[in-house]
């Protein structure tokens, strides 16, 4: 699918996040997880700065706050995967949030930006 040029950097990352909570359920990817671990640290932070101004509104205060719970949860289950705990529940709970943002998430900003549009 192709997403809105404002989007398409965090859509192709993605792709990685999903691998890495594939590997995760898997279990064993403490190393893989230290070595993603600060993008997607960027990946988060790089939503909540641009992302989430545009969705606390009155309309859209849901998915906001859906966003931000699920960075806080995931903050800290890949913590824990880091130490060896917890692996495959980080990896689940990384691959349902990647699914939200594209299934659910993407589409509502694409909607914004078009509405915001000159």
């Known amino acids: ?5 404002r989007l398409a950097h965090l ?12 590997h995760l359920l898997a279990g064993g990817a403490q190393a893989e997880l230290g070595a993603e671990l600060p993008a997607i640290e960027a990946h988060f932070a790089e939503e ?8 606390e509104t009155d309309r859209h205060a849901a998915h906001a ?6 960075h806080a949860q995931l903050r800290q289950l ?5 130490s060896g705990a917890e692996q495959a529940k980080a990896g ?3 691959i349902d949030h990647v699914r939200f943002e594209e299934r659910e998430l993407f589409p509502v900003l694409e909607t914004l930006f078009e509405e915001r549009r000159p």
Request: proline share 3%; glycine share 2%.
């Open 1 to 5: 699918m192709k997403r809105h040029t």
């Open 92 to 94: 689940q709970a990384l």
């Open 65 to 70: 706050e859906r966003l931000r719970a699920e």
């Open 48 to 55: 909540e700065r641009d992302l989430l101004p545009l969705l």
């Open 78 to 82: 890949l913590a824990m995967a880091l």
């Open 11 to 22: 859509s192709r990352e993605h792709h990685t996040a999903l691998r890495l909570g594939r």
